[in-house]
């Protein structure tokens, strides 16, 4: 069997796997209530949002969002045909009426520039969910915080509910959700990066002081990082090139709703805490034989 073969039939048992774990239902835990959490009027169990973006090919693209489980999809409006977007290659391949549909200013550079395709996307029937992408290099693509904050506050009061992808600085963050940000989106790295969360004192601060929901987009590379995030305090996670790229992006997507799962269990549990020296799980007097 050729080396091409061999990765086809892997590829295939993975994916009949992972269409069978991705159906398994939200657990309850003991003595914990279901972990429920909202943006604006809308209920969610779900704590990965996924872009659309990067896939192989559709098929993979719709098994790797099944995987996941998420409830939130997100996409660059400059790629959808706004004319048809029921008919558009990216959204045509999604079950009419299953997700939040999150479309994105990526490429905006200005504020004017966002919130103009911010109402083209709304004007289509797209979504008044609007994540705010507005960069301000194109070596790191990092974002702009005057031009997001200014579309930030120019889109809410349009009435759109506005989640702003933003650094990881704490004080442009607060900025925003007195602006009236739904949601907080600070990055942990560059976008596309996968260099994982280079600031956790900063993510753990702002999820600390937020009083809006903290989602942690961009940067992220495997589930470790997922996982890190949530147990941060974040509330949730929305990613897509760490597995639209990956090598099985059905599998890594699986890996990271439970990473996802495993990181907001950990929060909620309460982890020990730190010491300088080591300390015996058995006492040194439950060693000795008498």
């Not at 943006?39 to 559709?58: A, D, Q, V």
């Not at 004319?83 to 479309?103: K, M, N, R, V, Y």
């Not at 702003?164 to 949601?183: F, H, N, Q, T, W």
């Not at 495997?222 to 949730?236: I, K, Q, R």
Request: proline letters at 6%; one cysteine or more.
């Amino acid at each position: 069997m050729s080396e091409a073969n061999r990765n086809s039939e892997k590829q295939t048992d993975t994916n009949r796997n992972m269409s069978s774990k991705a159906d398994w239902p939200n657990e309850t835990y003991a003595g914990t209530a279901r972990d429920t959490w909202r943006i604006g009027n809308l209920e969610m169990t779900s704590r990965f949002f996924l872009g659309t973006g990067l896939f192989p090919n559709p098929f993979v693209q719709t098994e790797a969002i099944r995987a996941s489980g998420a409830e939130v999809l997100t996409f660059a409006i400059r790629r959808v045909d706004l004319e048809s977007a029921e008919d558009d290659s990216i959204l045509q391949h999604l079950e009419p009426g299953a997700f939040q549909f999150l479309p994105n200013t990526s490429g905006s550079r200005t504020a004017e520039e966002a919130v103009r395709i911010a109402r083209l996307a709304r004007a289509s029937g797209l979504s008044d969910w609007i994540k705010v992408e507005i960069s301000a290099d194109e070596r790191t693509l990092l974002p702009d915080p005057i031009e997001t904050l200014r579309a930030t506050e120019i889109l809410v009061k349009e009435g759109f509910t506005v989640l702003p992808y933003i650094s990881d600085d704490p004080v442009i963050c607060r900025k925003l959700e007195e602006a009236g940000a739904a949601a907080i989106m600070p990055g942990g790295a560059p976008i596309g990066t996968g260099l994982g969360i280079l600031n956790p004192y900063n993510i753990g601060l702002i999820a600390e002081e937020a009083s809006v929901p903290v989602i942690v987009d961009a940067g992220l590379g495997t589930a470790s990082d997922a996982a890190l995030a949530m147990e941060l305090g974040a509330s949730a996670i929305l990613m897509n090139t760490p597995v639209a790229k990956a090598q099985d992006p059905v599998g890594m997507a699986l890996a990271m709703r439970l990473a996802i799962e495993g990181g907001r269990l950990a929060h909620l549990s309460g982890r020990m805490p730190k010491k300088r020296y080591a300390s015996a799980s058995s006492g040194l007097q439950s060693l000795i034989v008498e």
